[in-house]
């Protein structure tokens, strides 16, 4: 382009100059011929002045000479540097025309790559496609394959095992060679095989016997389809029922909950499969926390006990029973936990429709309010005949007496062995 050209601009301008000074020169030439002409006349002149004009003229015609060649050096000069110069000038356009044939070829090479791209591009998205179209053929030639003869059948369990015709599959030699020479044999006794009426006869029982079990088997098909669509159709419906229990469930344990300032929730665990299925108890006891599931490492016991406590009420609620049994409900138990709990199972087991409780502990705290319902009886179990037979047995100052000498007897022994020493 222009900075290509910009060295021939400049050769050239030199040329012109160095051409203007060769002009110059021209000029001083034809100076000196002329005082060639002039000198020649004077040397005329010179014979007629004598000797000493002579030698004036001698030295004025040295000095013309030697001016003469300075003027044809510098004459020579120029016209060397003027012969560089066009030399350059040559040079650089020979230089310009043949960057211009490298870019021009340059510029087609690139647009031929850039067609071959856009080939490739088009043969890549025509390969791509005729990928995906193979693709989903293949998937569903494998799915009609399943379908037809599928390799395992679902067990009423949900656990998979595999069918006769999977089990033959893996009889069969995975190795090419093995196929290939088992074949061969094949081939060889069907070549050996003779005009026998009896393996005629022998081959249409065999055909008869595959079409009658081609028959049983279609039909097999066909109740098992049946048997399968009426098992999907029953696995929703108990999945359904299941899963509005646990609703109802997990209502009335959040409600449970949430009386006892707490958080809860029930959710149904599904696993692989009906054996590993489940129920969840997920419980917070603290204030802006997530609810986690119950655990032994991670709630206390008390925790514990209360949320197991309030599932089985909610659990309770659900099924009809004319009496429950709860032996030892308030033990590991804080004293506010103790009284929520007994006033929910009052308020569970009172009322015309309740069922009866019978609510068994050692222990009882003062002022259970809840207690004094009137469908509420309390029975306290004394000491039988059997403990004290006279109730003037009954002597404490005699007990604690008893126990002092104890362990006083105790100190003065040393203590017995596996006793701890106590004042």
């Keep these: 382009g222009q900075a290509a050209m910009e060295p021939v601009t400049r050769a050239s301008a030199k040329v012109r100059a160095t051409m203007q000074e060769l002009r110059s020169e021209k000029k001083l030439v034809k ?3 002329q005082l060639e002409t002039m000198l020649a006349q004077l ?3 010179a014979q007629a002045d004598g000797d000493r004009a002579r030698e004036v003229l001698v030295a004025k015609i040295n000095k013309a000479m030697v001016r003469r060649l300075e003027c044809i050096e510098a004459a020579a000069a120029a016209n060397a ?3 560089q110069a066009s030399t350059r000038v040559a040079a650089a356009k020979i230089n310009h025309e043949y960057s211009k044939d490298i870019e021009l070829s340059w510029k087609r090479h690139v647009q031929r790559l850039r067609a071959q791209v856009d080939e490739l591009k088009i043969s890549l998205r025509a390969m791509r496609e005729e990928f995906q179209k193979a693709r989903a053929h293949l998937k569903a030639l494998k799915n009609t394959a399943m379908k037809a003869a ?10 998979a095992v595999e069918t006769e ?3 033959k599959l893996n009889e069969l030699p995975a ?3 093995t196929v290939q020479a088992m074949l061969e044999e094949a081939q060889n006794a069907a070549l050996s095989i003779i005009d026998n009426p009896e393996v005629i006869q022998h081959y249409q029982k065999r055909l008869k016997e595959i079409e009658a079990n081609e028959k049983e088997l279609a039909e097999l098909r066909t109740a098992a389809d049946s048997h399968t669509g009426g098992y999907q159709d029953l696995k929703a419906a108990w999945e359904a029922r299941i899963e509005r229990l646990v609703t109802k469930l997990n209502g009335r344990f959040e409600v449970y909950m949430r009386s006892l300032g707490n958080q809860g929730r029930i959710e149904m665990d599904k696993g692989a499969t009906y054996k590993e299925w489940g129920i969840k108890i997920l419980v917070s006891f603290r204030q802006g926390l997530e609810l986690e599931v119950l655990r032994k490492n ?5 925790e514990r006990s209360v949320s197991t406590i309030m599932y089985l009420m909610a659990l309770q609620d659900m099924v009809r029973s004319p009496f429950r049994v709860v032996d030892e409900i308030n033990q590991g138990m804080d004293e506010r936990n103790e009284r929520i709990v007994f006033r929910r199972i009052v308020e569970n087991s009172t009322g015309p429709e309740s069922p009866q409780y019978f609510l068994i502990t050692p222990k009882l705290l003062q002022g259970l309010t809840a207690m004094e319902h009137d469908d509420v009886t309390v029975l306290v179990v004394f000491n039988g005949p059997w403990n004290i037979r006279k109730h003037t047995d009954w002597d404490l100052k005699s007990f604690i007496e008893k126990r002092r000498a104890g362990k006083r007897a105790r100190l003065t022994n040393g203590g017995e062995a596996g006793e701890p020493v106590t004042a």
């Design 298 to 302: 991670f709630q206390s016991g008390g």
């Design 165 to 167: 015709l999977k089990a």
């Design 31 to 33: 100076d000196i011929s």
């Design 175 to 177: 190795v090419t060679a």
């Design 81 to 83: 540097a003027a012969l």
């Design 43 to 45: 040397h005329k002149e």
């Design 150 to 159: 599928p390799l395992f059948h679902m067990r009423e369990d949900g656990t």
